[in-house]
């Protein structure tokens, strides 16, 4: 079957550091660009960050210089490295892992930061 799982959520400090992961099974992910997107509580899902087959890097000009992404091929992995959070990064972040039309999204794990 194929899947996408996020883990690595949680709540952290302002100031604090969490790493997100995300694994797939059942696709080529050496093949697929990894996205995250994050929800803030009562409003709409949003892209934050993504990492292509290549390597190459975009994210939110807004978290520049905050969070980073990488991928490791060999363990079917992503990861969103997530520091110093704020508050108003609150939020239930999640991958999606997609290939030209057709894409797969994991369930979601929520980040909370303490104020």
């Known amino acids: 079957q194929i899947q996408v799982v996020e883990s690595g959520g949680g709540s952290v400090e302002l100031g604090g550091s969490l790493r997100l992961s995300c694994v797939t099974s059942g696709i080529p992910f050496k093949d697929y660009e990894i996205r995250w997107y994050r929800q803030f509580p009562g409003q709409g899902r949003g892209w934050l960050i993504s990492?292509?087959?290549?390597?190459?890097?975009t994210m939110l000009d807004s978290v520049k210089g905050r969070f980073t992404i990488s991928r490791d091929n060999t363990r079917n992995t992503a990861f969103v490295q997530l520091n110093d959070l704020k508050p108003e990064d609150t939020a239930v972040y999640t991958c999606?892992?997609?290939?030209?039309?057709?894409?797969?999204w994991g369930q979601g794990t929520q980040v909370t930061v303490a104020s």
């Open positions: 999606n892992a997609r290939l030209a039309g057709l894409s797969w």
């Open positions: 990492i292509y087959a290549d390597g190459e890097i």
